[in-house]
């Protein structure tokens, strides 16, 4: 009870600050948070990333394992995304199995990562029809404190960028690295009131009634979008959201994912 | 599609597969009223989806502490019927069911004025029967006309239909063979008094003119799906003034 009034405190204060032209924590309405990613952080996992958007802070690990393929695409390899909102990073999430919201995050960063065609899976075939590699993109919520989305896609494909083929683990022999054929990024967007805004916090996702992710290719096309959120967005503004979403991405690209290439 | 993959061809002379124009719905049928014990129900076909929408309530919440006392909870369940599709699907939820139940749910949050009933549920139970591609979007024009036969009081209906690209074109109300080699599917859902999208994802690859196209195509075809979901309820219920076919 106490922290649904808070809820309605903070929601308020939110407006009150956008009604006078700024964001809570003082940033421009398209104005990321800092944005950091470390790469290579864990050593067991075949690739990892740390990423932090602001406060928020997302470990992403890349496990491979070899597995069985599915029997429509007997030559490739196989994505699985799995996302964990853990209870220490937020005193919302509690433990137990994936509610909707991280299978829906998981599913988001998936579908930019998959529509991309970022990774060749033919190349993951180690047999046809009886062994390919499966890559597994688990996403382990740190703290929470907003856009979970883009810092846990961003976690995921710069994990993807260099992660090594476990071959001699499991007594195969082959490449140990595939490149990536593209980076998919993911911008979010929210709206509140008539503002839109770019990368929300945790005040600001909370207050906000719609949000929509874009996810976008290296040439600029699009591979992914999700809406969620209980409010309405008209024609004009989900394409301004999509055109931020195409322009933010390219920057982030260009500063944390272009010199791994 | 990937590249290297058979290709199939999804256009010929200028018509899609099953003859459509680029910019053409399925056939679409809705019966109004079909089942007895839910509040309200609607029974929809979209091609070759076949879809089964049931609303019961405003009734009590249970668990307990799941109420809202300020306002009615909606409860969304999307379901695929284990022999709706090729390779029968296993029954119950997985995640795939899991984000369109949310989705959908959040599609109609806008409209619903759930601030009528507090501290009660409204379950909405979609049951996919037969699957072709767009079932999300056959899903939702068939909960809103359930919503409305069970008198559950709304701003308006939603209406629900999807875009893609096959063959680098972009085209409406995407079919199954057209979903699964084609190179871009959009499912978008729209309040068609406001003019206002409810639901919105996609996957594949649209430019970015192509999916501001997409966008407008899908709207216009929103409205009429709307005015298909409009003269179903009023013929069923100018129907049964005064046949005797009251509610028990």
Request: proline content about 4%.
């Amino acid at each position: 009870m106490g922290l649904e009034v808070m809820d309605d405190i903070r929601k308020d204060y939110v407006y009150d600050v956008l009604r006078s032209g700024k964001r809570v924590d003082g940033r421009g309405f398209r104005e990321y948070r800092a944005i950091s990613v470390e790469r290579d952080v864990m050593k067991r996992a075949e690739g990892s990333a740390l990423v932090k958007i602001g406060d928020t802070e997302v470990l992403v690990g890349v496990k491979l394992a070899p597995g069985e393929p599915f029997s429509d695409a007997p030559d490739k390899g196989i994505i699985m995304t799995n996302a964990e909102l853990v209870p220490m990073a937020s005193p919302e999430f509690e433990p137990g199995p994936p509610n909707e919201n991280s299978v829906e995050l998981a599913r988001v960063v998936d579908r930019g990562i998959r529509s991309s065609e970022a990774i060749d899976l033919e190349k993951l075939c180690i047999e046809e029809g009886e062994k390919v590699w499966m890559i597994f993109i688990d996403i382990h919520v740190l703290d929470n404190d907003g856009n979970l989305v883009d810092a846990a896609a961003l976690g995921a494909i710069a994990s993807l960028l260099n992660f090594r083929i476990p071959n001699e683990r499991h007594g195969l022999t082959g490449e140990d690295t595939l490149p990536m054929r593209d980076t998919p990024v993911a911008v979010t967007t929210v709206k509140i009131g008539g503002n839109i805004l770019a990368d929300p916090n945790l005040y600001e996702a909370n207050a906000a009634t719609s949000r929509l992710t874009v996810i976008s290719n290296a040439d600029g096309a699009l591979s992914g979008m999700q809406k969620s959120g209980n409010g309405e967005l008209k024609e004009e503004e989900i394409v301004e959201m999509v055109k931020i979403g195409i322009e933010k991405a390219k920057e982030i690209r260009e500063t944390f994912l272009s010199n791994f290439l | 599609m990937k590249e290297g993959e058979k290709e199939i061809e999804l256009i010929k002379k200028g018509k899609r597969l099953d003859g459509r124009g680029f910019e053409e719905l399925r056939p679409i049928k809705i019966e109004v009223g079909v089942l007895k014990r839910a509040d309200g129900s609607c029974y929809f076909e979209m091609g070759d989806n076949k879809v089964m929408a049931a609303v019961y309530g405003p009734r009590e919440m249970h668990p307990r502490h799941f109420q809202d006392a300020k306002m009615a909870v909606v409860k969304y369940r999307y379901n695929m019927a284990p022999f709706s599709v090729d390779d029968r699907k296993r029954p119950g939820p997985d995640r795939r069911s899991v984000e369109i139940s949310k989705v959908s749910r959040e599609a109609f949050d806008p409209v619903i004025i759930k601030e009528y009933y507090p501290k009660t549920a409204i379950d909405v139970y979609v049951e996919i029967l037969q699957s072709d591609a767009g079932t999300r979007t056959a899903g939702i024009n068939a909960a809103s006309v359930a919503l409305a036969d069970a008198g559950i009081p709304m701003k308006d209906m939603v209406s629900s239909v999807a875009v893609g690209k096959i063959g680098g074109e972009v085209v409406l109300d995407l079919s199954g063979m057209e979903d699964n080699y084609g190179e871009a599917d959009m499912p978008v859902a729209m309040v068609a008094r406001t003019n206002t999208i409810t639901l919105l994802q996609m996957d594949g690859n649209f430019k970015k003119e192509e999916f501001e196209r997409g966008l407008k195509l899908a709207m216009d075809a929103c409205h009429k799906i709307y005015e298909l979901q409009r003269t179903a309820l009023i013929e069923r219920y100018s129907k049964s003034v005064g046949e005797g076919e009251g509610e028990e």
